[in-house]
């Protein structure tokens, strides 16, 4: 993975994304890492002329504030990778697919703010409409974040459509990047509902046994909190969640496990959209 694509609202927990995406990209021997701002206040404006000239100074301040992060980033990334920016008035979900293309990026990296109350659903839930929107890797960074490499990943499975879903170029590239041990974790609501599954536990073995991956399977009545008691008793520092995308009103208020993990996690996840 060598083109990283910071996305930032320039709020404390985008920058403690921003540490965490130059930490990869040390490790990495990464080439690029683009910070990207979606002026979504200004594109709300356009209808409205007499807000020009205010809408001209805030790009400015915008610009400004993305010139002195670019600064600090080029810091903490070293030398050897390209720090710029991008600044649009766009619809933040509705331009990432293209610019990802555009700029060849292989891992989206975002903060995620926000996660109680009327501010969940306004400011957080930028980060659940990207998922629901992106054909990328999405990695998703908890403000609880300790900027540290994964050296242990915990890849969550439902044991449903196991080779539709796991056998994926991006689920390749993303742990042969990686190189960290690899556990692989179900959790079941009830118990005996993993013994129904046998056939999806020998797919899961023949996809991830190269992996020389450890496999658990567990009970817990919530199926999130299972995976985050599992992460935190194993010390992982990563969760790969394989994400089969909505649209419309079920994007924001669904509930799937890879939204819930997405606001409950102290870990960040990162998200492999399924098709």
């Known amino acids: 993975m ?59 301040e915008t610009i400004h504030t993305l010139e002195v992060w670019q600064d600090s980033l080029r810091q903490l990334a070293g030398p050897g990778i390209e720090v710029s920016f991008l600044v649009e008035e766009a619809i933040l979900e509705s331009r990432i697919n293209r610019i990802c293309e555009e700029k060849k990026i292989d891992l989206v990296v975002m903060g995620i703010t926000g996660r109680t109350g009327m501010e ?39 044991l449903k459509d196991v080779k539709e879903k796991m056998n994926t170029p991006l689920l390749w590239e993303v742990l042969n990047t990686l190189g960290s041990d690899l556990l692989v ?52 520092g990563l969760i790969i969640a394989l994400h089969r995308q909505q649209s419309g009103l079920a994007a924001i208020f669904g509930k799937s496990v890879t939204k819930r993990l997405a606001w409950h996690s102290n870990i960040p996840v990162m998200v492999l959209p399924v098709t």
């Open 185 to 236: 974790v179900n959790v079941s609501q009830t118990e005996g509902d993993v013994t129904q599954l046998r056939d999806q536990i020998g797919d899961t073995h023949s996809l991830l046994d190269k992996y020389h991956a450890t496999y658990h399977y567990i009970n817990d009545p919530d199926i999130v909190t299972g995976i985050n008691d599992f992460t935190g008793e194993k010390e992982a």
């Open 120 to 158: 969940k659903l306004l400011i957080g839930s930028n980060a659940i409409r990207v998922m629901e929107n992106i054909r990328y890797p999405l990695l998703i960074v908890p403000s609880e974040t300790v900027v540290e490499y994964p050296h242990k990943v915990v890849l969550a499975t439902d």
């Open 2 to 60: 060598k083109s990283i694509l910071l996305l930032t609202d320039f709020s404390d927990n985008a920058f403690l994304a921003a540490e965490y995406a130059c930490m990869l990209a040390r490790n990495w021997k990464a080439e690029q890492l683009l910070i990207f701002y979606a002026d979504q206040a200004n594109t709300a404006l356009e209808s409205m002329p007499t807000v020009a000239a205010g809408r001209e100074e805030l790009r400015n």
